[in-house]
Every structure is written in C-alpha cells, then in structure tokens.
C-alpha cells in the first residue's frame, strides 16, 4: 500500500507546482517581456521560469541530503527529497511545454527534457530509492543556472542593448569557466562514484539493474553534450578576442 499512498499524496504537490511555473511563465511572456521581439519573448519567458526552479532547487536539494543521515546511493527517498523531485518534474513538463509549443523542431531539448523526466519520475514514482544520486546530479546541474540564464538574456539583447551587451561580455569568461569546472570535472567524477557503487551490485535489491543503467546513460549523454556547448562558446570566445585583439594591433 505505500506506492498508492506516496502516489496520493504527492499529485496535488506537482500538480500545485505546475501551477506554479505555468503562472510565472505567463506573467513573464504577457507582463515582463511584452516590448520584446515575438521570437524572444519565449526563451526570454523559459529564462525566467528557470531562475525560479535552479537556484531554489539548489537549495532545497542541499538541505533535503543533509537532512537525511542515512543517505547513499541506493537510500530509501525522504518525504523532503520527494518533495524537491516533484518541484523539479513540474518545472520541466512545463518547460517541455513551452518548447513543443514554440519550438516543436529543437528536437536536442526536447529529447533532453524528456529524459530526465525519466530518470526524475522513476526515480520518484517506480523505485522510491535513489534521490541521494539524482538530487546531487540536480545540483550540479543547476549550481550555474542562475548566471547562464542571465547570460542567455544578455546574450538575446545584446545586439540591440548596449547594457545587454556589456553584460554578456563581462559575464562570459567566468559563466565558462564556472560551467566548464562543474560538468567538466565535479559531474563526471560523481557519475564515476555513482557508476562503481551501482556496478557493485549493491543497489540491485531496491534499484533494478535497467532503470540505474538508464540513469546514466542519460547522465552521461547530457554531460559529454554539455561538454561540447561550452567547447564550442570557449572557440568562439577565442576567436572574438583574437578579432580584437587585431584591430587593436592594426
């Protein structure tokens, strides 16, 4: 009976949380950015949703695993841990939402959205176990959210804002280096830890063998795409300054 119970009991959390986003996203797209470009107005929305979901669920993710003594890789989830998954699930059907309705053919986030969902919902609704290993993932995943959305911003007006532009600017060389030292380094060093627990056997009871496999999979498939975005923003960032850098010369 605990599956029914827990399931119960937590649709009105996600339910209220879809809300929640749903309502944020509106006011952004109909009350903030109104003056923006039609085409902008979206992205510019999906920014402001997800400085609501990042940081948030940086903290409350945090504070739910230091919380839980017993924690590991295979520990049964918290009520509090439950709680931050459902936020965290909310935010990106909402999400998904926004990109099947305005960018039906962005089919890489698409794709990224919807799998993990999966890994958030059968994590929070199949397996009851796991969130120690997802809840750290949401981390290092959204430790940088707050500073690249705002360079998402800056850079979707910087050609027309002068402000905007000098944002961008100050703001790339250490969004870079902070995103590059976060999914370059810190994640795949977790997933090493997360595969060799799970590899050993020892997660196998509560955790069938296909959905921890599916994990990192997708895991691994978002960091080493991560890896190649921000390879390409350093190119072209050396390039910008290598054009400067000859003007100045000249």
């Known amino acids: 009976m605990e599956a029914p ?23 952004a797209y109909f009350i ?50 439950n709680m931050v998954l459902d936020y965290s699930i909310a935010y990106f059907l909402m999400d998904l939402t926004h990109y099947l309705i305005f960018y039906p053919s962005d089919v890489l986030f698409i794709g990224h959205h919807l799998a993990t969902l999966f890994v958030f919902v059968t994590c929070r609704y199949m397996v ?11 981390i290092l995943a959204e430790v940088t959210s707050f500073v690249q959305n705002t360079w998402t911003l800056a850079n979707a007006r910087k050609s027309d804002v002068e402000f905007a532009a000098k944002v961008y600017s100050v703001l790339s060389p250490p969004f870079y ?5 976060v ?10 830890r997360m595969l060799s627990y ?14 921890w496999v599916s994990w990192v999979f997708v895991v691994v498939t ?29």
């Not at 120690?132 to 993932?137: D, F, G, M, R």
């Open 5 to 27: 119970i827990l399931l119960s009991s937590s649709i009105p959390n996600l339910f209220s949380f879809f809300i929640f986003f749903l309502f944020i996203y509106l006011i």
């Open 177 to 181: 280096v902070l995103y590059s030292l």
């Open 222 to 250: 978002a960091i080493s795409v991560s890896i190649l975005w921000v390879s390409n923003l350093w190119v072209e960032l050396y390039k910008e300054m290598s054009r400067k850098i000859e003007k100045k010369v000249r």
């Open 128 to 138: 009851y176990h796991g969130a120690y290993a997802i809840l750290v993932l949401l």
């Open 183 to 192: 999914r370059g380094i810190a994640g795949p060093y977790f997933v090493y």
């Open 198 to 211: 799970y590899l050993s056997g020892a997660a196998d009871s509560v955790i069938p063998r296909w959905i």
């Open 32 to 81: 903030i950015f109104p003056s923006w470009k039609p085409k902008l107005r979206p992205e510019a929305s999906s920014c402001v949703i997800s400085f609501f979901h990042g940081t948030p669920a940086v903290f409350l993710a945090v504070t739910s695993l230091l919380a839980d003594p017993d924690r590991n890789f295979h520990s049964t989830n918290t009520p509090f841990q």
